[in-house]
């Protein structure tokens, strides 16, 4: 073996791929956690979600940018369905409310909801038409929710400016009534 290359040499070779793996593990683990979901509540997921609403209406054949905006949506329906109800209204009146906007006023609530978002939605109209027959308050998180996939004409509440909360009724009239422009 002394008369081998270098590259050639089993250990040399080992030592150098070993190195090279664990390089690309560090790598890989260092985008994992960059890639992993951003507290709702943080400017850096408020901004992601904008900035996605607006290169989606740039660029609405962006793959990456539709599965992108999936799984931020969810986040925020998630979001929207666990918070407290009476955290709901300073929630949704803070800056949570530019990106739940930005959702609302994007072309991409026109893409088709794949498999698992139907699904999902499926169980959220379930648990707001249940909630509301009981307590219309208690079913203001599962309207949030639904808000972020539903199209004008799929989400109809009778009588909404009493039945909705002040705070709420403007994007619902401005998002959703018949008189709101079509997405």
Not at 3 to 24: E, H, M, V, W, Y
Not at 47 to 71: F, H
Not at 150 to 175: C, H, M, R, S, V
Request: glycine share 6%; proline share 7%.
């Amino acid at each position: 073996m002394a008369n081998n290359p270098p590259f050639l040499d089993s250990r040399t070779f080992s030592a150098k791929i070993g190195n090279l793996f664990k390089q690309l593990f560090e790598e890989y683990q260092s985008m994992t956690a960059i890639s992993s979901p951003k507290p709702v509540l943080s400017p850096e997921f408020l901004n992601l979600l904008i900035g996605c609403a607006n290169l989606y209406d740039i660029d609405p054949s962006n793959a990456s940018m539709v599965s992108q905006l999936r799984t931020i949506r969810r986040q925020l329906a998630d979001f929207w369905i666990n918070t407290p109800a009476d955290q709901l209204k300073n929630v949704y009146q803070g800056e949570l409310l530019r990106g739940q906007r930005a959702i609302l006023g994007s072309g991409f609530k026109k893409e088709p909801l794949n498999p698992d978002e139907g699904l999902f939605l499926q169980q959220v109209i379930a648990e707001l038409n249940q909630k509301a027959a009981a307590n219309p308050a208690d079913a203001l998180n599962y309207l949030l929710a639904a808000m972020l996939y539903l199209l004008p004409d799929k989400l109809k509440i009778g009588n909404a400016q009493n039945t909705l909360p002040g705070w709420l009724i403007g994007d619902y009239e401005k998002f959703f009534s018949s008189t709101s422009e079509s997405l």
